[in-house]
């Protein structure tokens, strides 16, 4: 028992001396997704995510509406419209006027840390009431998806 209490003792001692270890605030921190959110402080229009940076194409990539189309009646026509009518999400109609390239992209995928962190996804969440699903999608396929939101939204 004697060298129990001494052994934690010493635990203690150990612990509490200025060499001791410190606080996890004390480093910079490794996590990616803390990262991101320091990224998105400095523009937060673009939101959260992998892409950074969308040059946009006048005039449209018909290619890329096409497969975009497809993408959206596969993946995301049951829970928005192409009008500004909510169903489950927002409607489409403008939405390339309101938002980034980036943001949109970025909400297409990686969905989830942007409804966690991105204060305009989180206005979406309170407005809609229901968590966008992750639906897997690529990068070239979320712009496919921008190409099209565009062309519904008037561009040519």
Known sequence: MKYISIFLLSLVLINCS???????????????????????MSDPTKGIGAVKNVTLNTPLEQERV??????????????????DQRIVGPGWKNITKKRQPEWIMNMI????????????????????????????????????????????????
Request: net charge negative; proline share 6%.
């Open 109 to 156: 995928t990686n969905v989830d840390v942007m409804l966690d962190k991105d204060v305009e996804a989180q206005k979406l969440l309170e407005l809609c009431l229901t968590r966008m699903p992750n639906q897997n999608v690529s990068i070239g396929d979320a712009r496919d998806v921008l190409e099209f939101m565009r062309q519904n939204d008037g561009e040519k």
């Open 18 to 40: 200025p060499g001791g270890p410190k606080n996890a605030e004390e480093y910079p921190s490794s996590d990616p997704a803390k990262s991101a959110v320091e990224e998105v």
């Open 66 to 83: 096409g497969r975009g189309l497809s993408i959206y009646e596969m993946k995301c026509s049951a829970c928005h419209k192409l009008t």
